[in-house]
């Protein structure tokens, strides 16, 4: 059945294709430049953080920010709260540096992390880092989760690759949260520079090392005070500082052409956060009573594809079928339960929750676009009512 309605569209329209092009014609530096940092100040201005650091994805986010992390001290004990629900990549760097991550099960509202499961974890292994998700957009918990952030000391990094634009009740966005928070522009989220991340801070200390990390450990991205302040530490000469490698880094910049799309999606975040918006809450009013689907109060979710648990497998199966009969994309919820994974299980065994197995088994997403019309949310949903 050729695909109707697919879970995402290019965010990139033919008017920034046409600017983009005409901006090549004037041969200017392709590789990371001035407008890098511009992106990155419009960023964390739209965000509401101090500071910015543009990479080439979510994943690198992630790893730029755990690894950050590591090399500020903040992790001294090696213990990491990861999430059960999420993406691979919000895992993984814990693992390739060596740390000790502790799943922790899904929450039967947000479907982010369980904070009751988490603050019995900080009581007993005493954790120094965490890092949960915004799932789909859905923003979490802030009230408890700052809580529990100042009971037991941990460092708090904040996963919103897939929340660009949600926001809290008080009208903080998503991503102020954590001393550290991690954004995608991948094609099919709520923005996309092709490929690219970036990560948000208000701590001078951990935006220094970001920005070192993510070009080969070197300090010449940095403000001149902090740049000074290392060459005299170690006594480098104005010949050999450029080439000074004060950590042991990464590659992971992005480029000019990427920021040059940024720029424009930045210009439209609110616009695409609006549609979005409103699109969630018409598929929750059509689908309540038939699926589950996340609780968000009186926050602002901005999702990238509204999810949705059936009440069975058998039923999941239905619903699925039907989608593409009618020519609606659809796929599994996220990666469902992490934890039931090989490069999880390999290592830790299987990590059984019962909110996480029910979003594997029976989890499912549906469009969600700036383009849908309340019509064609309207169609999705009868279609999923009449499975």
């Not at 009740?169 to 928070?181: A, F, L, P, Q």
């Not at 010449?220 to 005070?225: F, I, Q, S, V």
Request: hydrophobic share 40%; charged share 20%.
């Amino acid at each position: 059945m050729e695909i109707t309605y697919p879970l995402a569209k290019e965010t990139i329209n033919d008017a920034d294709i046409d600017a983009l092009c005409d901006w090549l014609k004037s041969y200017p530096r392709l590789t990371k430049g001035q407008l890098t940092w511009q992106v990155e100040d419009a960023w964390a201005s739209f965000i509401g953080t101090k500071h910015a650091v543009f990479n080439n994805s979510g994943s690198s986010a992630n790893l730029l920010m755990i690894y950050a992390a590591m090399q500020a001290g903040r992790i001294k004990n090696k213990k990491i709260v990861v999430p059960s629900v999420g993406w691979v990549t919000t895992i993984a760097p814990a693992i390739q540096f060596g740390l000790q991550p502790i799943m922790v099960g899904a929450d039967i509202n947000t479907f982010g992390m369980d904070l009751d499961q988490l603050e019995e974890v900080c009581k007993r292994e005493r954790p120094d880092a965490v890092i949960f998700v915004q799932v789909l957009g859905v923003p979490h918990y802030k009230k408890r989760l700052l809580e529990l952030k100042s009971k037991y000391n941990f460092t708090l990094l904040e996963d919103a690759c897939a929340a660009l634009g949600a926001a809290y009740e008080d009208g903080s966005k998503v991503g102020t949260i954590g001393d550290m928070s991690s954004f995608s522009f991948y094609f099919g989220h709520q923005l996309s520079t092709i490929e690219g991340g970036m990560v948000n801070t208000d701590d001078p200390e951990l935006y220094d090392m970001l920005l070192m990390l993510r070009s080969h450990g070197w300090g010449k991205d940095l403000k001149k005070e902090s740049y000074d302040r290392l060459v005299r530490k170690y006594g480098i000469d104005d010949f050999h500082k450029p080439f000074a490698f004060f950590v042991p880094g990464f590659n992971l910049r992005s480029t000019d052409l990427q920021a040059f799309l940024g720029l424009r999606q930045v210009d439209k975040a609110e616009w695409a956060a609006k549609r979005r918006n409103e699109n969630h809450i018409r598929y929750a009013n059509n689908l309540k009573g038939v699926i589950k689907y996340q609780e968000w109060g009186n926050n602002f979710p901005v999702s990238i594809s509204f999810g949705a648990l059936a009440r069975s497998k058998p039923h999941r199966k239905s619903i699925i079928n039907s989608l593409v009969e009618n020519g609606i994309e659809t796929r599994l919820f996220s990666a469902g339960n992490l934890g039931t994974h090989p490069f999880w299980t390999d290592r830790y065994g299987f990590f059984d929750c019962t909110v996480s197995n029910w979003i594997h088994s029976c989890g499912f997403f549906l469009p969600n676009y700036p383009e849908l019309t309340n019509e064609e949310i309207d169609h999705i949903c009868d279609i999923v009512k009449a499975a």
